[in-house]
């Protein structure tokens, strides 16, 4: 991520300048594997696609955060947790743009009554399982 966007997330409060901390992060990749767990578990019906939507977001967003905590930053916005993992240098790196797509999603659901359809669950999950073990082995490296 480019210094100048980095300023920009910190002058907009997305982001706090903080000590780097490894343990925080690790415990937030520890976590991130918990939720998509938890989404891999749960059959996707039209009940549930809500909740498996959110548990492989929180998990992609949770990455985002170990990625800033790495960095010496303190994330204070989803769209900053979000954008970070856009840096990963995976095979897929083009394909993370759609986390974003994800986030805007879980926006719509969460705060404006849309509603999480099975086949978007489905995509998410998908995602997960392509791109995350790529993705986490990439922050451990960090």
Known sequence: MKEGEIKSYLERKEIWKRTPDLLRAESLITAAMRNANFGRKTLIKDDTAA???KSFYDAFRQLGDATWWKKGYEPRSHEASIRVLQEAGINESFELRKIDRFRRIRLD??????????????EIADFWEKVSKELIEWLKKK
């Open 51 to 53: 909740n498996v939507f």
């Open 109 to 122: 659901e969460e705060y404006r009554g849309g509603v999480v359809r099975p086949d978007q669950a489905q």
